[in-house]
């Protein structure tokens, strides 16, 4: 799952059709891209607290960001099986007001019935946090131990180094089994497994930090 902050930037059509045939992308992003262009600009950037911004770039790259990701897969909160903890938190997110935290939504029921989710910026991980998903961070030792340890075989093939370093991923967001198979092992650590115990791995997405 790629978050939509990472396709609104202007080098995004240099990578997304050479990848869109491996990419997943919420169905409430492109719904308010291809319906509601102007509500999806200020509820992603004007009325971000406390950094309100315009951009251009929901507007300029609208058109082919449309044409392109009509081949991504499309993912929908409402068409999952979730246990009824994570729909709880995935109804929590859809109810509330802008595009955005609906976006969240279908983000969060792929990181809880798939595997794992690209974001560029820290507002993904609050709201999740604001819905009562306990997000674990580590940085990039833990990181690099993740992809060596963990990642093989459990994360979309698409979601390589090569690829995390051109699209200029800040977080890899893991959830659902993978982020119980990262609790289970060696790689978080004590601190990890009680946070995990506590908050039911079904509901951990853990958090790893790209730096560009």
Known sequence: MVD???LLQYRSMSWVPQFVGELAISESFFRALESDADGLEADM????????QQSRAVFD??????TTLR???RFSAGEVELAESDRDIANALADQRGWYA??????WAFLQSRSAMAAS?????DLL????VAVIEHGR???????QMVAPGELPPVLTAGFLAKVSVKWLVVGGVTAGGAAGGSLGGPAVSAVAGMAGLASVPFVQAFDL
């Open 4 to 6: 939509p902050y990472l």
């Open 45 to 52: 950037y004007r009325s971000v607290w406390p950094y309100p």
């Open 61 to 66: 790259l609208r058109g082919p960001l449309l």
């Open 71 to 73: 081949d991504a897969e």
């Open 102 to 107: 609906r976006i969240i939504a279908d983000e």
């Open 121 to 125: 910026r820290r507002r993904a991980l």
């Open 129 to 132: 946090r604001d819905a009562g």
């Open 141 to 147: 030792r833990m990181r690099d131990r993740f992809v």
